[in-house]
């Protein structure tokens, strides 16, 4: 039985695109390091070709960026902090629904969160 997966190419390709940048690499300089062309990077990048799972591996190794993120655009359960507490997204009582939370309630949450981020980039913590 074949189970039939499509890619996000475009978002692949954003998240590898912006993990090289990270990395302090160009296409030529990845290229090099893959043993592949800097033109098959770049289609890669743009969304033009999707990458062999062999290709984000390497890459991952080389950049030492999260596979899981590559390809999910989210973090493994494995980088999440286990330190017992952390700042989470404002969720309103009783479930994800934002109906349960009103307009204003959700305003004051959202501003407080972006406050608190702030002082905590402020701080490098």
Known sequence: MQIKY???KVGIGGRLQE???RAG??????AEAMEITDKYISKVENGAAAPS???VMKFSDITRAD????????????EEPTDG?????AI???GNKQSRMSKKGQKI???LMRKIKEVLEENQI
């Open 67 to 78: 596979v899981h993120y590559l390809l999910r655009g989210t973090k493994s359960k494995a």
């Open 6 to 8: 499509d890619l996000d």
């Open 19 to 21: 993990q090289r940048i």
């Open 92 to 94: 309103p009582p009783y």
């Open 85 to 89: 507490w952390m700042i989470r997204e």
């Open 53 to 55: 799972l062999s290709y």
């Open 25 to 30: 690499l160009t296409q030529e300089s990845l």
């Open 109 to 111: 949450c959202d501003e």
